[in-house]
């Protein structure tokens, strides 16, 4: 089945840091989504990619669709303490034509102060 | 826009008992919605799809009567937890595909379930 490999697991930056955290899979998507989920709340939506090599930002979010359609990147550029939290990728099943979506297992990212 | 609440955001309830939740689509009309579960430092794990008018799709293992989903209107679809065990006790929550299409989903704030 599709699978979404999600890295790191978990990070621990200090505030102010830039971050990476990214998503592969064996499969091709032709979308990929960003997703933090805050304890407790449901999942927010941060940027969706449509087009490979699609780079496209959301304030400190840049994240890009890769060539090879195959995986994803996340960066935080200067973190700061709410972007606590934990960071899904997500992409629609193939073919299925019902836009379920498959999730990554995440990365729980922690700001140190 | 695009904002989806859930009701309630967290209950408790005894062992056989039944249970609803609700999830609306606030500003937009939403023909299918989605009902995931997550345990604790897990991921979302999706278990069924709800299309307005038409009875729901179930994920594999599943029992679609022990979660019984209604989605009546193009703004709510409903979840209900029937003859709850403790095991069912979980965070539940509801997506609704954007009103701009493509695979964007909305995101409810979530239902936390516990059975006593």
């Known amino acids: 089945g599709q699978q979404l490999n999600q890295s790191p697991q978990s990070m621990f930056i200090q505030e102010g840091e830039d971050v990476s955290m990214n998503c592969t899979s064996s499969?091709?998507?032709?979308?990929w989504l960003w997703y933090k989920q805050d304890p407790g709340e449901g999942p927010v939506l941060l940027i969706a990619?449509?087009?490979?090599?699609e780079l496209t930002s959301n304030g400190r979010l840049t994240a890009q669709f890769g060539i090879t359609r195959k995986d994803s990147f996340l960066n935080i550029s200067a973190s700061i303490p709410s972007d606590v939290g934990i960071y899904f990728c997500a992409g629609p099943y193939s073919g299925a034509g019902s836009y379920q979506l498959t999730f990554g297992k995440g990365t729980k990212l922690s700001v140190i102060p | 826009g695009a904002v989806v609440s859930q009701h309630p955001s967290w209950v408790i309830c005894k062992s056989g008992t039944s249970v609803k939740i609700e999830c609306r689509s606030l500003d937009f009309q939403a023909t299918t919605m989605f009902w995931y579960r997550q345990f604790p430092k897990q991921s979302l794990m999706l278990m069924a799809t709800s299309n307005e008018g038409s009875k729901a799709t179930y994920e594999q293992g599943v029992e679609k009567d022990k979660f019984l989903i209604n989605h009546a209107s193009l703004t709510l679809s409903t979840l209900t937890v029937t003859s709850a065990h403790p095991e069912d006790s979980s965070f539940y929550i509801c997506s609704a595909i954007s009103p701009t299409g493509a695979y964007e989903q909305y995101f409810g704030p979530g239902t936390r379930l516990t059975v006593t």
């Open positions: 499969s091709i998507f032709n979308t």
């Open positions: 990619l449509y087009k490979a090599g």
